[in-house]
């Protein structure tokens, strides 16, 4: 697969995570389609009546929720300025960069609409629940880890 159709998809996936998590937030929110929990996966997670979170992940920082639409919105330009910046070669550490935009873009606009983030996703045993956009942010850091321990150590073997 050339690095254009891995960039095209890349980019097709992120589009995709970005307006699944605002259809799914606008129906669960708005529309107010689930009224208790229900197993997505029994025993590992569950989708929940959506829930406001007018602070950072996890709930920290929960009276100052609008004061993150400007942080929030200087670390998307950044992130998407690295991308730019970034060489088409390098395709783990770009897909990363756009799962984090993906799921940075989704949690912004909830912020600007509702004045917190939507979250309607619970892990069984875990006290917090999240959304996709979390999922996908998360994922995008592991994707950039995952290149970065990559990239050292092929950086140790060539000093070796």
Avoid: C
Wanted: glycine share 6%; no cysteine.
């Amino acid at each position: 697969m050339s690095h254009m159709s891995r960039e095209r998809g890349a980019r097709i996936t992120a589009v995709l995570i970005l307006v699944l998590d605002q259809i799914l937030k606008f129906l669960l929110y708005n529309k107010n389609l689930i009224k208790e929990e229900s197993a997505i996966i029994k025993w590992l997670l569950y989708i929940v009546p959506a829930s406001h979170n007018p602070g950072i992940a996890f709930g920290f920082f929960r009276n100052h929720g609008n004061l993150f639409i400007i942080p929030a919105s200087i670390a998307v330009l950044f992130i998407f300025f690295i991308y730019l910046q970034t060489s088409t070669q390098k395709t783990l550490f770009r897909w990363g960069l756009l799962l984090i935009l993906a799921g940075a873009i989704s949690n912004l606009i909830d912020r600007i609409i509702y004045g917190s983030v939507i979250d309607y996703l619970l892990l069984n045993k875990f006290p917090y629940s999240f959304n996709i956009a979390d999922s996908s942010i998360l994922t995008g850091v592991g994707l950039i880890i995952i290149k970065l321990m990559k990239d050292s150590k092929i950086q140790k073997e060539k000093n070796i």
